[in-house]
């Protein structure tokens, strides 16, 4: 079944449960200022209010459009008001459309529908690569140089997400978080046993000690240097 990941900066995006129609599910979550906090599989509708805590909403979508997770992501700027200025604003800053807010699921999940019928189909992000390392989204295949490293599903999926976020010490709660495994709740010490395969399989394509243990924290991705 394809997905469609809804991003909302409302923090109602946390609390609306997955929708399925036509062959499609449709999953929500909460966007921040400092983007997804998951792996994005498939297609991509982000709503950003205008007015945010911690950045805003212009900001929030010109950090969308320059990180290569949500270059492509379907961007919905969510105004208080039908102001000329501010549409203009937004769409200088990246946003494909606009609302008026406040939004609830209905108004948003129709959006999306309407959208999908009339726009053809988006071209997404098809690699990752973080030095030597290149991951295939489409052959789900990572390969160090030209060497193929032997992953289970979730091992994939969690070198992936490294990939996307590296040189930053992600948290076992983070990474549980980023692959979807919050619900049902799965025992942190999880993150380790798939941190030791992880790291076994790169060690035997040659990668070496690509995961840097953070004592305390958690973990990280190193990249190589420039």
Known sequence: MDVVNIFMSDPMGEALEPFEHDGMRFTFDRLDCNGPRRLVEGQMWAFVDWVMDECSGLELCRRLRADPRTTDAHVTMVLEVDD???RR???RAGADDYMIGPLDRNAVLDRVFALQERRGPRHFAQQ???GKLTIDLLALQARWHDRPVP???NEFRLLRFFAENPDRVLTRIELIEGLGKLDPPIDERTVDVWIGRLRRA????GAGEMLRTVRAMGYVLDSPPS
């Open 84 to 86: 000329p200025d501010d």
């Open 89 to 91: 604003r937004a769409l």
């Open 128 to 130: 990752v690569r973080v």
């Open 151 to 153: 992953l289970r599903p």
């Open 202 to 205: 790169l060690k035997s394509v």
